[in-house]
T-cell receptor, first 115, second 111 residues
Framework: ETGVTQTPRHLVMGMTNKKSLKCEQHLGHNAMYWYKQSAKKPLELMFVYSLEERVENNSVPSRFSPECPNSSHLFLHLHTLQPEDSALYLC??????????????FGQGTRLTVV | QQPVQSPQAVILREGEDAVINCSSSKALYSVHWYRQKHGEAPVFLMILLKGGEQKGHDKISASFNEKKQQSSLYLTASQLSYSGTYFCGTDSGAGSYQLTFGKGTKLSVIP
C-alpha cells in the first residue's frame, strides 16, 4: 500500500464510451501526475497538477481530459478512445513539484482495454 | 529524449550480483530509480544528484557519473524479492519536474 489508490483496477470500454479513472491520495501531497505505461515502452508523463492547477500537458490528445477538484483527488476522463490507448494508467503524487528532491508515490494503476 | 537502460533483461540465481546501467545523451541533473513488480505500483528506490554521488541501502546501491551522463544500479547478493522491472528516470535541469523514463530492465532472480 503506497498511499495512492486508483479505481477501477481494470476497465474495458468501447470506442464510443465515456468513462473516468479516479485517483486518491491521503499523503498530504501537493503534486499529482498521470502516466501512461504501454507494453515495451517507457513510462510517459501525461499531466501534472500542482495545488490543483494543471502545470503540464504533454501533447496528450483531447480525448483524455484530466480534472483535479482538490489536492487529494485526480480524475482522468476518457471519451472516444482508440484501441492504441489500451495501456496501464498510473497515478502518482509527490510532496511538491521539483523532481530533484521528491520521490513519487505511485498507485497500482488502472489496466484499460479499448475494444 | 529517453535514457537508455541496459541490459533489457537479466536472470540471476539467488546470491549473485547484477549491474543495471542508465545512459543519457543529454547532461543530467538527477537520476531516479524505481522498481516495479508485476501487477504492482512502481516503488521509489533512490534519487542521485549531479556531483557524482553514490547512495545505497541494504544491498542495493547506485552511482551517478555526470561526465559520462550515466548512472548504475548495483544489486549485490540478490534475493528473490529483488525480481521486478527497474526503471531509471532522468531530468536535465534544476527545478524540472518532468522525469523521462527508460524502458526498464527486467530482473528475474531464481532459487
Amino acid at each position: 500500500e503506497t498511499g495512492v489508490t486508483q479505481t477501477p483496477r481494470h476497465l474495458v470500454m468501447g470506442m464510443t464510451n465515456k468513462k473516468s479513472l479516479k485517483c486518491e491520495q491521503h499523503l498530504g501531497h501537493n503534486a499529482m501526475y498521470w502516466y501512461k505505461q504501454s507494453a515495451k515502452k517507457p513510462l510517459e508523463l501525461m499531466f501534472v497538477y500542482s495545488l490543483e492547477e494543471r502545470v503540464e500537458n504533454n501533447s496528450v490528445p483531447s480525448r483524455f481530459s484530466p480534472e483535479c477538484p482538490n489536492s487529494s483527488h485526480l480524475f482522468l476522463h476518457l471519451h472516444t478512445l482508440q484501441p492504441e490507448d489500451s495501456a496501464l494508467y498510473l497515478c502518482a503524487s509527490s510532496q511538491d513539484l521539483g523532481s530533484i528532491f521528491t520521490e513519487a508515490f505511485f498507485g497500482q494503476g488502472t489496466r484499460l482495454t479499448v475494444v | 529524449q529517453q535514457p537508455v537502460q541496459s541490459p533489457q533483461a537479466v536472470i540471476l540465481r539467488e546470491g549473485e550480483d547484477a549491474v543495471i546501467n542508465c545512459s543519457s545523451s543529454k547532461a543530467l541533473y538527477s537520476v531516479h530509480w524505481y522498481r516495479q513488480k508485476h501487477g504492482e505500483a512502481p516503488v521509489f528506490l533512490m534519487i542521485l544528484l549531479k556531483g557524482g554521488e553514490q547512495k545505497g541501502h541494504d544491498k542495493i546501491s547506485a552511482s551517478f557519473n555526470e561526465k559520462k551522463q550515466q548512472s548504475s544500479l548495483y544489486l549485490t547478493a540478490s534475493q528473490l524479492s529483488y525480481s521486478g522491472t527497474y526503471f531509471c528516470g532522468t531530468d536535465s535541469g534544476a527545478g524540472s519536474y518532468q522525469l523521462t523514463f527508460g524502458k526498464g530492465t527486467k530482473l528475474s532472480v531464481i532459487p
